[in-house]
């Protein structure tokens, strides 16, 4: 079975601070997906990243990095130097590659918060 | 441009009465839909999903149904809500042809009382 484990449930930090969210995850596919998503006071989920497995290069995009360490299942995310409009719940994923409908199966998120 | 409305926002409801959420999408044809719920402090939970009109794929059993009577809407229902059917619902598409994320849309916070 797939699972998402987010063992950070609420992280509290000041503007500029550097912060790093972890993911760890569980799969018996040798091919799967990674995905961030980010979840404003709104409530609807924006898409952040999509990691494919064969690829373990970090992502930078901007203030955002990601490192995959495929030996350790593990996905992190980081954002430097920190910003108010950053606080939210992020939410890793995973999904099999499968035909059809995508089936992700997230983690129980972590809730950000960037204070000023 | 591709764009999924969710309604209503927010939605109070007695234990026992029925519900109807309604998703839509534009922009795109034979969309894959679905059905997420989050309970208060827990992740997204995948409830139901569609490939195409008519089919419909569950992912836990519930109290809730789900219904694609066109293309690209996608309703969640229940004739008898419980009180554990309090959560925030949302909906996502993702393309049935490039199948690489899903798009969400705005979420309905349902309580139910």
């Known amino acids: 079975a797939q699972k998402v484990t987010q063992a950070q449930t609420e992280i509290s930090v000041v503007e500029k601070e550097d912060v790093t969210l972890d993911c760890v995850y569980e799969t018996r596919d040798t091919t799967y997906y990674l995905f961030w998503y980010k979840q404003p006071p709104s409530g609807e989920l924006v898409f952040l990243i999509r990691r494919n497995s064969f690829d373990e290069q970090n992502e930078i995009s901007g203030r955002y990095s990601w490192n995959f360490q495929k030996s350790t299942s593990s996905f992190n995310f980081t954002i430097t130097a920190s910003q108010v409009v950053d606080s939210a719940v992020y939410f890793c994923?995973?999904?099999?590659?499968?035909?059809?409908?995508?089936?992700?199966?997230f983690g129980q998120g972590t809730r950000l918060t960037i204070n000023p | 441009s591709q764009t999924i409305h969710q309604w209503p926002a927010t939605l109070v409801q007695p234990v026992g009465s029925p519900l109807s959420l309604e998703c839509t999408v534009e922009g795109t044809s034979n969309p894959n839909l679905y059905w997420y719920r989050q309970a208060a402090g827990r992740g997204l939970q995948l409830l139901f999903y569609?490939?195409?009109?008519?089919?419909i794929s569950s992912e836990v059993p519930q109290n809730l149904s789900a219904s694609r009577p066109q293309d690209r809407q996608f309703i969640l229902s229940s004739k008898k809500l419980l009180l554990s059917d309090s959560g925030f619902y949302l909906c996502?598409?993702?393309?049935?042809?490039?199948?690489?994320?899903?798009?969400f849309g705005s979420g309905t916070q349902l309580s139910v009382l």
């Open positions: 569609s490939v195409g009109i008519g089919q």
């Open positions: 996502a598409w993702s393309s049935a042809a490039r199948n690489e994320k899903l798009f």
């Open positions: 994923a995973l999904r099999g590659i499968i035909q059809g409908a995508q089936k992700l199966v």
